[in-house]
């Protein structure tokens, strides 16, 4: 039997031992050989379609190499896959719960067997380091194990609970919602694209995804290994294709029924506006469930333990180069401590290594040329809006290696209202704006219109207390950097701008694709 009870966080690798490093090194050569420069097709009801034009994935450290490419799929494609889920949905809502479940367990075991190889080829394909890339792929694995245990829960009659009432039988069923689309970002290619697919498909709905342009390879690997554990044909639809065009098509469709996205503020608004049209013949109201972007930040005050409040920004700031939804990118500090921490924290960026996912640098390239002219224009603008303190170039160029990459960028003494302090920049730019003092810090947090993570530094009871309450951040940390959510120990999800507030990972986050139905039976 199943049980929520059971689920284990994966434990990390640790790249300190040796014997892990080569583990990883080897696991690259492997992916070199066997991954790089493949190509995958659409996978639609089963079968392996190619396309005329194709989606072409490099490698974000060295521009020059192609990692491999998918096939780009046009709007009858997506509309094959559409009617061909419905199909499949047919038969996949009546499977049971356990056996939907035991499908995503499968995976697990595959993916866990696969772990280094899955990293190797995120180095490789969007430039994460090995300690990135890990906590990725164990990410992904807890996600298909928290999924395939937290279904039990609602399986069969009377699987939430009702009131007793004389005479009657009363109960809830929690039925899956039908045919829905999946559209995941480059920046978690393996564990967001995967956990997106697994939650709506263990409660018995069919999905079509549409992975990131960046990222079509992982994905493919992720689908292969679904594929593999014996998920149905049709249940889920392989769709690489330009967000523009077949997710534009797939989320206006009548016949979508939920779209999951994961993704950055304007597409997620864009998606929430045009699915809330109702097209011709469309027989329900869509469910959209967003996950969108932050500015993320961390509150030091002049009690904090310096040293932990400066590993905190460090992580939190730099950890995938800051494309991260949740990633650091303004550091609050009580104007008492400024010149410590600040000073601390530029010492310790300073030292930070810029490079290859391959070579295991702290900070890899960015993941493509949009994104570099992006952080390329934040940064032409930081020295009107504060004090360049460390970085503050796009090298594009890193150990001779021609790639997006940008030096890790410290800005003091940011305005609140700046646009350095108020805009997602997705990268490893980080504005340090002044506080007076505590109150004054916690009213520049909530200053802007996000609220995914945050976080504070302190020892004062009080003041973690009231930012407990007051601090708007889906997820929010003390005295610890502000990324990395754990499946089942931190159900993840922002508020106000950031999302609606899913909270994957967490134990009700499948009922977002689920409607519930009350039976009664008089006896
Ligand atoms: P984008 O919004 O650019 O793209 C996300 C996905 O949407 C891609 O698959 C993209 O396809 C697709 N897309 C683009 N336009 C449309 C459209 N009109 N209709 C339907 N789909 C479309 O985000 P990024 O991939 O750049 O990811 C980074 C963003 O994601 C950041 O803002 C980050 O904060 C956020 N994010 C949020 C998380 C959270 O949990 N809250 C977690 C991770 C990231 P294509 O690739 O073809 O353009």
Redesign the pocket.
């Known amino acids: 039997m199943l049980k929520i009870q059971d689920y284990r966080p994966q434990p990390f690798i640790d790249f300190t031992q040796e014997e892990n490093v080569n583990a990883y090194k080897s696991a690259l050569k492997k992916v070199r050989a066997e991954l790089v420069g493949k190509h995958y097709p659409l996978i639609i009801d089963g079968e392996r379609i190619d396309t005329a034009e194709k989606?072409t994935s490099l490698n974000p450290c060295d521009t020059s190499e192609v990692v491999g490419t998918t096939a780009k799929a046009t709007i009858e494609d997506a509309e094959r896959a559409l009617q061909g889920a419905w199909k499949a949905f047919e038969s996949w809502k009546k499977w049971d719960m356990d056996a939907r479940a035991r499908i995503l367990l499968k995976a697990s075991a595959i993916l866990k067997r696969r772990r280094l190889e899955a990293c190797a080829l995120m180095s490789i394909e969007v430039g994460k380091n090995y300690a990135e890339a890990d906590v990725e792929v164990a990410e992904a694995i807890d996600f298909l194990e928290y999924y395939a245990r937290s279904a039990m829960k609602y399986a069969g009659f009377g699987s939430s609970e009702t009131t007793w009432f004389e005479g009657e039988e009363n109960g809830l069923m929690s039925l899956p919602l039908g045919v829905g689309?999946s559209?995941?970002?480059?920046?978690?290619p393996c564990a967001?694209f995967l956990g997106m697919l697994a939650a709506p498909i263990v409660a018995g709905n069919c999905v079509i995804a549409?992975?990131?342009?960046?990222s079509g390879l992982i994905a493919g690997m992720m689908v292969d290994i679904l594929l593999e554990a014996g998920l149905p044909a049709g249940v889920l639809q392989f769709l690489p294709?330009?967000?523009?065009?077949?997710?534009?098509y797939?989320?206006t469709h009548a016949r979508t029924r939920f779209i999951t996205?994961?993704?950055?503020?304007?597409?997620?608004l864009?998606?929430n506006e045009?699915a809330a049209k109702t097209q011709p013949g469309q027989k329900w109201i869509k469910k959209v469930i967003?996950?969108?972007?932050?500015k993320d930040g961390l509150i030091v005050d002049e009690t904090a333990d310096l040293d932990v409040a400066v590993t905190a920004a460090v992580q939190g700031a730099f950890g995938f180069n800051g494309?991260?939804?949740?990633a650091m990118s303004r550091l609050i500090v009580v104007d008492s401590v400024y010149d410590d921490v600040v000073n601390a924290f530029v010492e310790r960026a300073k030292a930070l290594t810029v490079g290859t996912g391959e070579e295991n640098a702290n900070v890899t390239a960015v993941?493509n040329q949009m994104?570099f002219d992006k952080i390329r224009g934040y940064l032409e603008l930081a020295p009107s809006e504060g004090t360049v303190l460390c970085g503050g170039k796009a090298t594009g160029e890193a150990n001779g290696q021609q790639g997006y990459y940008v030096q890790p960028t410290i800005v003091g003494d940011v305005k609140r209202d700046a646009r350095l302090a108020q805009e997602?920049i997705?990268g490893p730019v980080v504005s340090v704006i002044r506080a007076s003092d505590w109150q004054d810090a916690l009213e520049i947090a909530n200053s802007t219109e996000y609220g995914?993570t945050g976080g504070v530094c302190s020892r004062d009871r009080a003041r973690l207390e009231q930012a407990r309450h007051e601090f708007e951040a889906g997820n929010l940390y003390f005295n610890r950097k502000i990324t990395g959510a754990i499946v089942g120990v931190q159900p993840?999800?922002?508020y106000n701008m950031?999302?609606t507030d899913s909270k994957?990972g967490g134990p009700d986050y499948l009922a977002n694709f689920m409607q519930l139905k009350t039976v009664t039976e008089r006896w």
């Open positions: 989606l689309v559209i995941s970002p480059w920046n978690f967001i549409k992975p990131a342009e960046d294709g330009v967000g523009k065009e077949v997710g534009e797939l989320t996205f994961t993704g950055s503020r304007a597409v997620g864009h998606i045009v967003l996950e969108l972007g932050g494309q991260k939804c949740s993941v994104s997602e997705f995914l993840f999800g922002g950031s999302g994957a």
